[in-house]
């Protein structure tokens, strides 16, 4: 699960980052609305959190250009502004939450699993292959109904594997689930975390295979 922080605010920017990718899984910031535009345009997310007071402009002027995502991403807003018009007009524009400012941070997190969670109870939030199960939302994988620890990156791979079984994912689309933009990816890491994940499914006696695909990618698939 990604999720992209729109944030100009030196400090809580990174905060929000930090705590939503130990929530949720890898998470992005950025500051203002060329960046927002230009993340969104090569890169899918589950959740999006967007200030409403950008260098550059209105934070809800996203929501037309993450309604034409797909999936469609869910979308929390954050602001000072509290009037109930206010609310109203970023409900109304298509943000599914409004938080204002300031905010505790239990609030945050407990209002974005709550959308997320009603968006993905409508899609299915559990997926299964062989006698491995993954659920999206709790991020809980299963070996024969028994739950298994998985390492935050190994995790993102498997879940950007699971949900396209039985295709091949190409070693970009991979590498953008496991990494944000800013982290510094050495040539053989993905290689390196996608057979360690390999080894510990198979120790938990997992049926499926994880097979590499020559000059393309990664294929998951029951064994």
């Known amino acids: 699960m990604r999720v992209l922080v729109v944030e100009d605010d030196p400090q809580l920017g990174p905060w929000l980052r930090d705590t939503l990718a130990r929530t949720f ?7 203002t609305l060329d960046e927002a535009q230009a993340a ?8 999006v959190v967007i200030d409403r007071g950008l260098p550059d402009g209105e934070g809800l002027t996203l929501l ?9 991403p869910a979308v929390v807003v954050l602001t000072a502004l509290d009037d109930p018009i206010d609310i109203a007009h970023a409900l109304d524009e298509g943000a599914d939450d409004y938080v204002a400012k300031p905010f505790e941070p239990t609030e945050l ?43 935050r990156r ?3 791979i498997l879940e950007a594997m699971i949900r396209r079984t039985g295709y091949v994912v190409l070693r970009e689309t991979l590498e953008s689930a496991t990494y944000s933009f800013d982290d510094e990816i050495q040539s053989n890491a993905l290689d390196v975390h996608v057979c360690r994940l390999r080894r510990r499914l198979r120790k938990a006696n997992c049926q499926v295979a994880l097979r590499p695909v020559r000059g393309l990618g990664y294929l998951l698939s029951a064994d």
């Open 109 to 151: 997190v407990a209002r974005a699993k709550a959308v997320l969670r009603r968006f993905l109870l409508d899609r299915g939030s559990v997926v299964s292959v062989g006698n491995l199960s993954y659920n999206i939302f709790d991020r809980v994988v299963c070996v024969d109904q028994q739950p298994i620890v998985v390492p």
């Open 64 to 72: 037309s250009q993450l309604k034409q995502q797909r999936p469609v």
């Open 154 to 156: 190994e995790l993102a």
């Open 25 to 31: 899984g890898s998470s992005d910031l950025v500051t």
């Open 40 to 47: 969104i345009a090569v890169r899918g997310f589950e959740l």
